[in-house]
């Protein structure tokens, strides 16, 4: 497998968005009969879903997600984002390195919906080691290893009767009977990490489990900060949170996956980092006057395929 060049620095990791998931309305009594004036906003999507298309489903969905997870709508995109990766009701979905269950969680439970799963990945106990500072201490890790059953109880607390069944894996120890399971799977802002620790190494491990995981046919969808082509090689490697597009697709390629399209949904042509610039200075981890004139970072959107 061709890696991308790694050099030796390596600097904090982004925060990513954990919030605490907001359980499930009860549902009203069997032998209460609803009308007009006593249905909830919630009750009326879930009264017309088996009418809803897709694409209106997802509208109603996103409609109904608070203002702060509103308000990165315009820099992420959601709808245009999940409906280039195909992702539709029903499916198997993996979210690699989501939160708990993590902004893009908060959107896939009441999506995909009872008939659908949403699988959590997290980067190896043993990987989130080597970042250094707070995230190699022991209790730190210790949150690591119980990913897989917190996670589960989070999607589980957010899903209620209607929303998304839930199963979690650490990268690296995947359970054989989550092989050739999913349909798409997402790696949101994630692949810096698996590109700049240890020389490459955890690529080969992630890889392996995205194909093992994926049905023939599957769909890998990429989000990435995207570093310009110009800058040397030696500065995007990761440690800044940036990634070439051109190295990205390499690594995809080199392991199988086709090339099926790439997206301009999330560019932010106002993010032209320097070699002198890390993603961090950029919102949401900065929220800054002269940070929110830029933006969240530019990104790539890749969608690849595992061959049939």
């Known amino acids: 497998m061709k890696y991308l060049m790694l050099g030796a620095a390596a600097l904090a990791l982004a925060a990513c968005s954990q919030e605490t998931p907001t359980g499930a309305e009860d549902s009203a009594p069997a032998d209460e009969t609803m009308n007009e004036e006593t249905m909830t906003p919630t009750d009326e999507m879930e009264a017309a879903a088996p009418e809803m298309s897709a ?19 315009q820099y992420r995109h959601p709808k245009e984002t999940l409906e280039f990766f195909g992702v539709e009701p029903g499916m ?19 999506y995909l919906g009872s008939d659908g799963t949403l699988i ?5 106990v043993e990987m989130w080691a080597k970042f250094g500072g707070d995230y190699s201490g022991e209790e730190f890790l210790e949150s690591r290893r ?13 899903a209620g009767e209607d929303g998304a069944n839930a199963a979690a894996f650490l990268i690296g120890s995947m359970p054989a009977e989550l092989e050739g399971t999913a349909d798409v ?19 080969e491990v992630a890889l392996a489990d995205i194909n093992a995981v994926l049905k023939p046919g599957g769909i890998v969808g990429v989000v990435q900060h995207r570093a310009p082509e110009e800058n040397s090689d030696d500065w995007a490697v990761g ?10 697709v390499s690594v995809f390629e080199d392991a199988g996956f086709e090339l099926v399209e790439a997206s301009e949904i999330n560019a932010n042509p106002n993010d032209r980092p320097t070699e002198d610039d890390i993603v961090w200075r950029l919102p949401p981890s900065n929220d800054s006057t002269e940070a929110a004139e830029i933006g969240e970072s530019d990104r790539m959107t890749l969608k690849f395929k595992k061959p049939e």
């Open 55 to 73: 694409s209106e489903k997802l509208d109603a969905v996103l409609a109904a997600e608070p203002d702060d997870v509103k308000a990165r709508y």
């Open 92 to 110: 198997t979905v993996v979210d690699i390195l989501p939160g708990q269950p993590g902004w893009y969680g908060k959107i896939l439970v009441p």
């Open 239 to 248: 440690n800044a949170g940036y990634l070439k597009q051109s190295q990205v």
């Open 120 to 124: 959590g990945a997290e980067y190896p």
């Open 146 to 158: 119980t990913f897989p059953q917190d996670y589960v109880a989070a999607v589980d607390e957010l």
């Open 185 to 203: 799977v997402m790696m949101m802002r994630a692949a810096h990490h698996f590109n700049r620790i240890d020389d490459g190494a955890y690529w």
